[in-house]
């Protein structure tokens, strides 16, 4: 929703690139200076989709899909798997998700085709939910996306997207040194979550309910 502060092109995808790239814990910002600095002096070319995909490696054989996007971005200096992942995954929920009145670009796709994919934005959070299940597979993002779309090619992306909402308000401690409860103070810290007393005491009912199917598995 920090989108709606900016008029402009540039600004927003400005603003969504550095809110994305900015909440990894240990950012490189000597890397992800020269990235900035690349996409400042393109501004007049993030007015389009196809464009941005140009500013980030795109050739005249790149699809113009959210699948290219997310290789091409994770190539760039600063960001890798996980956080090219969380950019398309805004950019799809602003042209096609549940924030399309944010669209910004009109040539993005307004829909997910036969050669088009998005990626889980795997992170310790939801690595931790997998460990706990006790799967046999890599624990990591292309082990916990392979498994996804190996065993539910069909689901829908956004129930996926939900661990991390669950898994982050039902751990506590860092690493592997978690226990699983729910976590009120994580809640609390987060900005568009409801704070009336009702609603906090219904969210720790279904956490509690989340926290017994991983203990379940």
Known sequence: MALMAYDNTFDKVYALLYSVL??????????SAVFFQRIASNNTNLN???????????NDKTSLTYKSMFELLKEQESWGDKTAALFVKAVYHCHIGYAK?????????????NND????????????????IGNPFSINFWGINKYIKTNAP???FEVWDDL??????????????????????????????????????ETKKLA???????KQN
């Open 48 to 58: 389009s989709f196809a464009n941005f995909l140009k500013i980030i490696g795109a």
């Open 117 to 132: 994919e998005l990626f889980l934005p795997v992170d310790v959070v939801i690595n931790f939910i997998f460990q706990s």
């Open 154 to 156: 069909n689901s829908n």
């Open 22 to 31: 900015n909440s990894q814990s240990q950012l490189k910002m000597d890397k």
């Open 208 to 214: 509690n309910q989340f926290i017994d199917l991983i």
């Open 164 to 201: 991390w909402f669950w898994g982050f308000i039902t751990q506590k401690g860092s690493g592997d040194k978690r226990t699983m409860v729910f976590n009120e103070e994580k809640y609390w810290n987060l900005l568009d979550a409801s704070k009336d007393n009702q609603t906090i005491q």
């Open 101 to 113: 009145e944010l669209h910004f670009w009109s040539d993005a796709p307004s829909e997910l085709s």
